[in-house]
């Protein structure tokens, strides 16, 4: 009756006593169920639970139907306990997992400490704050993003920035860079914060990957259009720290953000926008197109350059967004120098 109760409602008890005579009739049930791996079986032996005939496939205990009572109890409530063991290593785990993919695996051990000064009463520990002398940061975003977003239905809207943002999560693995956050179509990545080398070039190939990714995703408008972006990168020192203590996040800060951030506001459609200091870390390994002299709010005056395409067209067309961007913003052509 038990047995057929747990069928009915399709749950299975954490811990189960079964007999010789019920054995098949269970075993067929957790056969069927997807939580059989949950399930502690108590095999119930005749005589004492010295004699362990029984068969031991999937058995977690057994208990004799001549042991005392007390025993029986105990060997019942050492699987509960077990099973609550359990369920708190995996909750641990799956918390050490979210962790790790909100902050970085250095800051996860410092937060833990922190914890366990604050449980031990000790109250909070040192505030924690990185200075990196050197790292790259890209940002990105959506062109005509609002306009979009007010032309198309929420879900939509969310199903495409999902699909883009995965697919630009997947490439944060292949190139080997941290992604920082995402605030709307805004995207954040960072390298050379844990001290590797060619952060700059990780950072220009991630970038030119990501407008590959852009282009088979469909804007969620009538037109069947694909998504178009803008990166901005920078490098430079910044600082990084966790910030508050509810829902707390992990930010970096200082002027190479801000400027990073710049880069990608100044750019242009489907285009690499980057400062002269990150052009200097990979020029060796990618041509570049000059923008000239661009304005930037907060910085003055500042040379920047895009990454060059080796398709023709693509050249073209980037070449084309330069100028056009110089004649908007009252520029000569002369300004504007191509290599």
């Given amino acids: 009756e038990a047995l057929s109760l747990c069928k009915s409602r399709h749950f299975l008890p954490d811990v189960a006593i079964v007999d010789a005579q019920s054995w098949d009739f269970v075993s067929t049930l957790m056969d069927t169920s997807s939580q059989s791996d949950e399930v502690a079986v108590i095999f119930v032996v005749p005589g004492n639970s010295q004699l362990t005939t029984a068969p031991d496939d999937g058995v977690a205990d057994f208990v004799g139907m001549d042991d005392p009572v007390h025993i029986a109890r105990e060997r019942f409530l050492a699987q509960v306990n077990k099973k609550k063991v359990d369920m708190m290593q995996r909750e641990v785990q799956a918390s050490n997992l979210l962790l790790k993919n909100v902050f970085p695996s250095n800051i996860v051990e410092k937060l833990k400490k922190e914890e366990t000064r604050s449980v031990s009463g000790r109250g909070p520990g040192p505030q924690i704050l990185n200075k990196h002398d050197s790292v790259t940061i890209l940002f990105s975003d959506i062109v005509e993003y609002t306009d979009m977003a007010s032309r198309a239905s929420t879900e939509d809207v969310v199903m495409m920035l999902d699909s883009l943002f995965m697919a630009f999560d997947a490439l944060c693995d292949v190139h080997g860079v941290t992604k920082v956050e995402t605030i709307g179509d805004a995207y954040m990545v960072v390298a050379g914060q844990d001290g590797r080398p060619g952060h700059a070039q990780r950072i220009a190939a991630m970038a030119s990957d990501m407008l590959e990714a852009a282009r088979h995703i469909k804007r969620p408008t009538s037109d069947d259009s694909n998504v178009e972006i803008r990166i901005g990168v920078h490098s430079g020192p910044v600082s990084s720290g966790v910030i ?77 967004a330069i100028k056009a961007k110089a004649i908007k913003e009252g520029k000569t052509l002369t300004d504007q120098v191509i290599f």
Avoid: W
Wanted: glycine share 10%.
């Fill in 244 to 320: 508050g203590r509810k829902c707390p996040r992990f930010c970096y800060f200082g002027d190479t953000v801000n400027t990073a951030s710049r880069m990608e506001s100044h750019g242009v459609p489907m285009g690499v926008h980057m400062s002269s200091s990150t052009a200097d870390l990979v020029r060796a390994d990618y041509s570049l197109l000059s923008c000239g002299l661009q304005h930037v709010k907060g910085k003055g005056a500042m040379k920047t350059y895009v990454i060059n395409s080796r398709n023709r067209a693509e050249e073209e067309r980037l070449v084309a």
